[in-house]
C-alpha cells in the first residue's frame, strides 16, 4: 500500500510564500497538508498535477459511487445496499470480529469483546496525534518515507490505512499509486478463497501518514484487518521490534514487487527481490547461451506479506 506506501508519482516543492497569499496561508496548516523533513528545512508535499493531498484521518466514500453495484455475495441477507453510510459499507462481520483496536493506538491491546462498544469516532481521535510518535523525512532512494520518534514493540498497533472509499470497478484503468485493497462482507472460514468481493481506499487525494510507509522485502509492519467496534480498518501492526529512529516499511507483495514484475525494489537488503531478479535473468542468460532449458520453478519468491496495493 504506503502509501500507498510509496511516493510515486509526488513531487516535492518548497514553498515560497508571498505575502496576502491565500493559497499559500492555506498550504501553511499543518492539521490539513503534509510536511517532511529535508535539509533543516520543512517542505509541502505536492502532487505531479500540482493537487496538494490532504490529511484526512478518516474514511470518505460517495454514496452514489455504489448505487450500481451488485449485492456483495459475502453479505448476509437483509444489510442496507447501497451503503448509506461508511458503517454499511465496511461492517466488521468477519474473521476480524476477535481483534478490536480498541479506543486507544500506539499499543499492543486488542479487545476481545464480541459486544464492545469502542467507535470510529474515539478512534480517530485516538490517532490524530500520529505526529508526536512518526515524521515524514526525504529518503535517499525512495522519496519521503515514514521514521519513529521513539521505539516499538512487535505487536503494537501503528495506526490505520485511510482515504477514499472505491468501487473496484471506477478504478480498472487508474494508474493511482495510493490504493489500498480491502475485502468487504463476512470473512469467515467457508469464506470462498476468490473472488471475494472487495473495495479500495484510496489515499492519493486524501489520508493520513500510512500512505508514505514504504516498501521493503524484509518488512518490519504489516497491514492487517481489524476491526473498531463494529466497523472494518486495515490497521499498521508491527511485526518486530521497532527502534527509534528507524523508517518503517511493508512488504507491497508479489504483485507490486515480484519476480515478474518490472518495478525495481530499492530497500537494499540482502534478500531484496531486485536482486533475486537480477540473479535470476543472469542465470536465465548463461543457461541460453548454453542451450540448457530454463526452469525458475525453485527460486524462493518474496513472501506477500501485506494486501495488495495496486497501481
Not at 485493497?181 to 479500495?200: A, H, N, V, Y
Amino acid at each position: 500500500m504506503g502509501v500507498p506506501a510509496t511516493t510515486v508519482g509526488i513531487t516535492k516543492r518548497r514553498t515560497s510564500p508571498r505575502r496576502g497569499s491565500l493559497k499559500i496561508r492555506r498550504l501553511r496548516s499543518r492539521d490539513r497538508f503534509f510536511w517532511y523533513s529535508a535539509s533543516d528545512s520543512d517542505f509541502c508535499l505536492i502532487n505531479s498535477n500540482n493537487s496538494v493531498p490532504e490529511q484526512v484521518n478518516d474514511y470518505t466514500f460517495a454514496p452514489s459511487d455504489f448505487r450500481h453495484e451488485l449485492y456483495p455475495t459475502t453479505f448476509p441477507a437483509g444489510r442496507v445496499w447501497p451503503p448509506r453510510k461508511v458503517e454499511d459499507l465496511v461492517c466488521a462481520i468477519g474473521s476480524e470480529n476477535t481483534d478490536c483496536v480498541g479506543n486507544t493506538c500506539y499499543n499492543g491491546n486488542i479487545c476481545e469483546d464480541l459486544d464492545c462498544t469502542h467507535t470510529l469516532s474515539d478512534w480517530k481521535a485516538a490517532t490524530s496525534d500520529w505526529e508526536k510518535y512518526f515524521e515524514l523525512r526525504m529518503t535517499e532512494h525512495r522519496g519521503v518515507g515514514v521514521y519513529t520518534k521513539r521505539a516499538f514493540r512487535q505487536g503494537t498497533i501503528l495506526g490505520w490505512y485511510t482515504g477514499e472509499l472505491k468501487t473496484v470497478s471506477s478504478m480498472e484503468y487508474s494508474t493511482n499509486a495510493y490504493l489500498m485493497e480491502i475485502e468487504i462482507g463476512e470473512l469467515g472460514p467457508d469464506t470462498p478463497l476468490e473472488p471475494i468481493p472487495s473495495i479500495f481506499i484510496d489515499g492519493e487525494q486524501r489520508g493520513n501518514w500510512t500512505r508514505f510507509i514504504n516498501h521493503s522485502c524484509a518488512a518490519d509492519c504489516v497491514f492487517r484487518i481489524m476491526r473498531v467496534g463494529n466497523t472494518r480498518i486495515m490497521a499498521v501492526e508491527a511485526i518486530r521490534d521497532i527502534p527509534r529512529g528507524k523508517e518503517l516499511s511493508v512488504d507491497y507483495g508479489q504483485e507490486y514487487y515480484g519476480l515478474t514484475t518490472k518495478k525495481i525494489c530499492a530497500c537494499g537488503v540482502p534478500e531484496c527481490i531486485s536482486r533475486k531478479r537480477a540473479r535470476l535473468e543472469k542465470a536465465m542468460e548463461k543457461k541460453k547461451a548454453k542451450g540448457k532449458e530454463v526452469k525458475i520453478g525453485n527460486v524462493k519468491r518474496c513472501s506477500r506479506v501485506a494486501p495488495t496495493i495496486l497501481v
